[in-house]
């Protein structure tokens, strides 16, 4: 069928790491390596982070609706066109170029299998106290002396789910979540300060199977249940790999706007440590290197990376 492979992690995203020594004649490939460093393989790009129908819309008549799947590969296209006619050239974004670039990195965070699996677990939870209530509430309703649809006086409430909504959400919820999720991260993104972070060191900055992270070093430091990173709090930090040469990096801050040249490795295998803690199974390198300090071991010769 049409489009039945579909990635989460797009594969011309992942071109930018494909090593610049694979042998003529081969299929250029990266280096994926597994969460803890142990094992690594080199793959096409267009042969992992894919999963069978992952997009697809179901529909009555057993249909597929296509339409979350082609707006991705819409975001896809912009992107790749910024990225070479901007970003490559360390142009400036036109409010409109934003606009749609933000859409591509809200969707990185919201289409991910890491994703999923959290809203998957979280609706999935909360369906069975649903189905528990709807059970409960055929028992009383079929009682004769407790007529309960007589005495009950509802208020009607747009924002409340349906017992099939959230069935919906537990077993589909990138198809009922994605775009409101998107639109909520861009509206915010529109009103941050936005950096390329730029670099000429080898093997330079890292991906993974779940790029872009959200990082807020004070979360910690609030009472439950503001101890999470969002995208409201002054210090949050929004990183995104766009290649090895160039990181995304959205912010509050004021002092981190436009282009920004480093040479520190340091600060590189920093910003790397984050993208391979917040990976789900696996980080991407443009060759066959990992670092120690990218895992959070910490050697007599580095500072504690956490």
Not at 51 to 65: F, K, L, P, V
Not at 170 to 193: C, D, E, K
Not at 217 to 237: A, H, M, Q, V, W
Not at 276 to 295: I, P
Request: proline share 7%; aromatic share 10%; hydrophobic share 35%.
């Amino acid at each position: 069928m049409e489009y039945k492979n579909q990635h989460w992690i797009p594969s011309s995203y992942l071109t930018e790491w494909c090593d610049p020594n694979t042998p003529e004649g081969q299929t250029p490939y990266v280096w994926i390596f597994s969460k803890d460093g142990k094992t690594s393989q080199n793959k096409a790009p267009k042969n992992i982070f894919k999963e069978s129908e992952m997009y697809t819309i179901r529909c009555s008549d057993g249909s597929r609706d296509l339409k979350l799947e082609q707006a991705l590969h819409h975001l896809e296209t912009c992107f790749a066109r910024i990225k070479r006619d901007k970003l490559s050239c360390k142009l400036v974004l036109s409010e409109a170029e934003k606009f749609l670039f933000y859409h591509f990195v809200a969707a990185m965070r919201a289409r991910t299998v890491a994703k999923r699996d959290h809203q998957k677990k979280y609706w999935g939870e909360v369906l069975p106290g649903m189905d528990s209530l709807a059970e409960q509430w055929v028992g009383v309703s079929k009682t004769p002396s407790k007529p309960i649809s007589n005495n009950l006086k509802t208020t009607p409430n747009k924002r409340a789910l349906s017992h099939e909504h959230v069935r919906k959400l537990a077993n589909q919820p990138l198809q009922q979540l994605m775009a409101p999720m998107v639109r909520s991260q861009v509206t915010h993104y529109m009103s941050m300060n936005m950096a390329i972070i730029c670099t000429k060191r080898k093997p330079g900055f890292i991906s993974s199977d779940a790029p872009l992270v959200w990082y807020d070093p004070c979360s910690t430091k609030r009472p439950f249940p503001y101890n999470s990173p969002g995208l409201i709090y002054d210090t949050i930090e929004v990183t995104l790999p766009i290649s090895p040469q160039q990181l995304l990096f959205i912010s509050r801050n004021d002092n981190l706007e436009g282009y920004i040249d480093i040479d520190d490795e340091i600060q590189i295998d920093r910003l790397n440590l984050r993208t391979c803690y917040f990976c789900k199974e696996y980080f991407v390198v443009n060759e066959n290197t990992k670092k120690d300090f990218w895992l959070g071991i910490r050697t007599s010769a580095d500072d504690n990376p956490r």
